[in-house]
């Protein structure tokens, strides 16, 4: 097989494994007629009608608002922090304790105290919450990666004056890099776990919500469209970041073909 | 006296890793001066500090006594008229920059307008003959090539000493020769004084204007030879030169004496496999 045809047969296997199973659960859930396992058909115009149109505003754009900015927060300070301590020792002494408590915390555990400490059930508790838990794995990877900079690297900045600011902007920041980029990658998908949990678990909008509602309403339909609404948007987050990332790590990818033989 | 006259110099410089019983005395006492426009190679038996001894120079190590003076002022931390060529190009060259922005690296904090640092860049870079390759990641290079971006992005910070620590010890023997060339025509070109490391016998008769002989650890210098060698050399009219063998020969026995006759089969291979240090 020539390399164009290998490519075509890629990529008509990624769109017709997704389709046959499509296929098969319209058939099974024709077949079953099971008030529990709505049609697929169904579950779409749900999908439709809910989320692309009468929806979309007072419902998924909340949810993707709390997931950027909660996200971005924990981009910046787990960055920025994790600069900080891959770099000094002692600060890591200090800090390593309380940041692997913390880590180890689970998420539900926290909700209740937060709507009370936050005041809110809405965007700032929300924002805050996926923050909070989205910071760790960026931080550590951060930490990982600063910590792992090649001392060569680091001499050969010494060794011309590169120094504060300047070396973290130029040396410290790229070479660490491609961590952050994991990092971000085991965060993003938290985010919207933490998404769905904290506007499951008290909101007056957003996905969670609406999955909520439909609990406790016993509407099926509108709850099978949310798991696949939720399910959209998470392949969709991943994908652009991962199409962020080939793009600011081309370097990376080159670089380790280059070494590794 | 500060004020000697030499552009470099080192005053019995000593380097102790550790302290108590687990004390290393990588170098005892260490004392050399190296003048404006000179070349010095610096040759020992593999490992006996010269790596050590090439930091403290560049103020990346502290010397544990002694002090290093560049022109009579005690150096403490790099130097701005200093730039180092590390024998690791693979790892001291930034893999996320292109050619073009390694160069630049160490200049983006001098005091230099964007209209000075450009034409740096590209002379430095037109004089290793890397012009084509200046958009180029350093990894797409061949290991040669690599280091001769290293030492374009030495030139460009125009230094007054450039020091080279073993900088040729990991390319080929045909790349090296050229590097070896390289090196001698930039020297003229950019009017730099050099101190090179090398553990290579034969490089260093061959570069240099004088070479320093050191001990094995704990590190002194055992003699200083000069050597007269016509200017432009070339690999293989000045080999041939009895001078040049006499010289090579008279190296190769100091450093032989230092050896006991196991270590010099070790330093042998080692030498092959283009290690040392």
Known sequence: MNRKAYHSAA?????????????????????????????????????????????????????????????????????????????????RI??????????????PALLPIS??????????????????????????????????????????????????????????????????????????????????????????SGVGYVLLISKNTLQLAPMWAAIVLIGVLGYLLNLLLILAERRVLAWHRGWRAATVQ | MSTSGHLLEIRNVAKTYGSGEKATHAIADVSCSVDDREFVCVVGPSGCGKTTLLKCVGGLLRPTSGQVLLRGKQVTAPPEEMALVFQEYGRSLMPWSSVRNNVLLPLRHKRLGRRERKPLVEEALAAVGLTRFIDHYPWQLSGGMQQRVAIARALAYQPSILLMDEPFASVDAQTRGDLE?????????????????????????YLS?????????????????????????????????????????????????????????????????????
Not at chain 1, 97 to 103: A, M, N, V
Not at chain 1, 176 to 202: H, N
Not at chain 2, 255 to 266: D, K, M, N
């Open chain 1, 11 to 91: 990529i008509a296997a990624e769109i017709a494994v997704p389709l046959a199973i499509l296929a098969a659960w319209q058939w099974w859930t024709v077949q079953a007629n099971d008030p529990k396992f709505p049609r697929l058909s169904t579950i779409l115009v749900e999908f439709r009608d809910l989320w692309l149109f009468s929806q979309f505003e007072l419902h998924v754009v909340p949810s993707l608002i709390r997931i950027g900015a909660g996200f971005g927060i924990a981009v910046v300070v787990g960055v920025v922090l994790g600069i900080g301590l891959g770099l000094s020792r002692w600060a």
């Open chain 1, 94 to 107: 200090a800090a390593m304790p309380h940041i692997e408590w913390w880590r180890a915390m689970p998420p």
């Open chain 1, 115 to 204: 709507v009370i400490l936050l005041h809110s059930i809405e965007n700032r508790q929300k924002i805050a919450f996926i923050a909070f838990f989205c910071l760790f794995p960026i931080l550590l990877n951060t930490i990982d990666g600063v910590r792992g900079i090649d001392p060569a690297t680091m001499e050969t900045a010494s060794s011309y004056g590169i120094r504060g600011f300047e070396r973290i902007r130029r040396v410290v920041f790229p070479a660490a890099l491609p961590q952050i980029f994991a990092g971000m990658r085991t965060s993003l998908s938290l985010a919207v776990i933490i998404m769905v949990l904290t506007e499951y678990f008290s909101s007056t």
């Open chain 2, 181 to 205: 060339d390289l090196v001698l025509r930039v020297r003229e070109e950019f009017a730099v004084t050099i101190l090179f490391v090398t553990h290579d016998i034969d490089e260093s008769v």
């Open chain 2, 209 to 277: 204007d004088r070479v320093v002989v050191l001990t094995h650890a704990p590190t002194q210098v055992k003699e200083q030879i000069d050597v007269d060698l016509p200017f432009p050399r070339d690999q293989i009219a000045t080999k041939e030169l009895p001078e040049f063998t006499h010289l090579r020969g008279h190296v190769y026995r100091l450093i032989r004496r230092e050896l006991g006759p196991s270590e010099e089969l070790a330093a042998a291979t080692t030498a092959t496999k283009g290690e040392g240090g």
